[in-house]
């Protein structure tokens, strides 16, 4: 049996991987994808975000979502991981490539690693999405500076995302800056200390709520998030539009909410969300808060 190509989807937290993804899907031409999403907590909110297309005619591809649950491929719960590569390989025949898109958190240096050791998958490259307006701020950060260098130093591939939110001299200046991230300034990165190298460790918790919520509310918390929260990403139902579902996203202190989808048949409101932080956080607002989680 021929090995199946495998291409990481890597990013940190909010670059765009999922709408990637999508671009990818529709734009397809024949190719058969499977995808594989490795969310932050255990909900998987990609898997909704990823779109899903039959078996169909006029070239649409057929995409089957297979999700690993709660954290960085390669860390938390391998065999989650194991279980979902099955999966794929007992499809093996209907598919042509697959789109492994890694945890905004994840080493994707490991998730690598991890697809070359795994008989039946073919390594082909990592595409990492790149924050045109963030990423000078995440290199220099204490806390994920590392991480993010790690990053863009073992990528293939670099997709940059928000170019319309910069000037076109400023976008220029940034493609010219990512120019210094290559194999000589990886082999450099080697030459690190042990706990300068170390992973950052983040933290998840899973937020659930079975009532619609009211928005002025809610829109008051998102304002007054603690600082240490990152990231933030789910679906919510409010009380003065009880028929739709809005996807709320947060990411470095801004957030929108827009509307996603009406309910289908036996859906429940109201809200199922996930946040990251960078360390545990105590949340109130919502009826169950789970503990926090290291990713």
């Not at 199946?4 to 709408?19: F, N, R």
């Not at 499977?34 to 995409?63: C, H, K, P, S, Y």
């Not at 099955?86 to 492994?100: G, K, P, Q």
């Amino acid at each position: 049996m021929f090995n199946l190509p495998v291409t990481i989807v890597a990013g940190y937290l909010g670059s765009g991987k999922t709408t990637y993804i999508n671009q990818r899907l529709r734009r397809a031409n024949g190719v058969r994808y499977a995808v594989l999403v490795n969310d932050f907590g255990d909900l998987n909110i990609d898997v909704d975000l990823i779109r899903r297309t039959g078996n169909d005619v006029a070239g649409i591809t057929r995409t089957r979502s297979i999700s690993l649950i709660n954290g960085c491929v390669c860390c938390s719960l391998a065999g989650d991981e194991n279980t979902a590569l099955e999966s794929v390989l007992e499809i093996a025949n209907d598919i042509d490539w697959i789109l492994l898109e890694a945890s905004g958190v994840a080493d994707s240096a490991r998730v690598k690693d991890r697809v070359l050791n795994w008989p039946g998958f073919e390594f082909k490259d990592t595409v990492t999405l790149v924050d045109v307006t963030r990423i000078q701020q995440l290199v220099d950060d204490k806390y994920v500076g590392q991480h993010i260098r790690q990053q863009l130093n073992t990528c293939d591939k670099m997709v940059l995302t928000r170019r319309d939110l910069v000037s076109a001299d400023k976008y220029a200046e940034i493609e010219r800056w990512l120019r210094l991230f290559d194999a000589t300034a990886n082999q450099s990165m080697s030459s690190l200390s042990p706990r300068e190298a170390r992973h950052p460790e983040f933290y998840s918790q899973t937020l659930l709520h079975q009532q619609c919520l009211v928005r002025s509310e809610f829109e008051h918390w998102l304002r007054n998030l603690d600082k240490n929260i990152v990231r933030l990403k789910g679906f919510v139902c409010f009380d003065d539009n009880p028929g739709c579902l809005y996807l709320v996203q947060f990411i470095a202190g801004a957030w929108e909410i827009t509307p996603s989808a009406s309910f289908e048949t036996g859906q429940k409101a109201g809200a199922r969300i996930i946040l990251i932080s960078t360390i545990p956080v105590r949340i109130s607002f919502f009826e169950t808060a789970v503990a926090d989680l290291p990713l």
